[in-house]
C-alpha cells in the first residue's frame, strides 16, 4: 500500500521560513511526478509546484522566486523549501505522486500558517 507522509509544517512569522518533506513508500514502481499543492480556508486546492522525473519544475506565480522544489529519488522524497512566507501561504500543504503506470496518491496533508 503507497503511503505519503508530509512533515515540517508549522506556525512561522511573515518573512520566514519552512521546508517541508514527503516521503513515499510502498510501492516498487518508478514516480513520474511529484507536486505540492494547498488548500486555504475557503478555497480550492491550488498547485504550488511540482517535478518531473527529469527535474523539470512548474511553479505556481505567487511563490516564484520564493519557494524550491527538489527531489532525492533514492529516498522517494520531495521536497518544499518556502522562504519569505506570506500570511497568504497558510494552508495545508499535500503532496501528491504520479506514477509512470499513470496512478495517483496524496499524502494527509499539513498545517502551514504564516501570522504575526
Known amino acids: 500500500q503507497v503511503q505519503l507522509v508530509e512533515s515540517g509544517g508549522g506556525v512561522v512569522q511573515p518573512g520566514g521560513s519552512l521546508r517541508l518533506s514527503c516521503v513515499v513508500s510502498?510501492?516498487?514502481?518508478?514516480?513520474?511526478?511529484m507536486g505540492w499543492y494547498r488548500q486555504a480556508p475557503g478555497k480550492q486546492r491550488e498547485l504550488v509546484a511540482d517535478?518531473?522525473?527529469?527535474?523539470?519544475?512548474n511553479y505556481a506565480d505567487s511563490v516564484k522566486g520564493r519557494f524550491t522544489i527538489s527531489r532525492d529519488n533514492a529516498k522517494n522524497t520531495v521536497y518544499l523549501q518556502m522562504n519569505s512566507l506570506k500570511p497568504e501561504d497558510t494552508g495545508v500543504y499535500s503532496c501528491?505522486?504520479?506514477?509512470?503506470?499513470?496512478?495517483?496518491?496524496w499524502g494527509q496533508g499539513t498545517q502551514v500558517t504564516v501570522s504575526s
Open positions: 501528491m505522486v504520479t506514477y509512470y503506470l499513470g496512478m495517483q496518491y
Open positions: 510502498g510501492s516498487i514502481f518508478r514516480i513520474n511526478t
Open positions: 517535478i518531473t522525473s527529469g527535474n523539470s519544475t
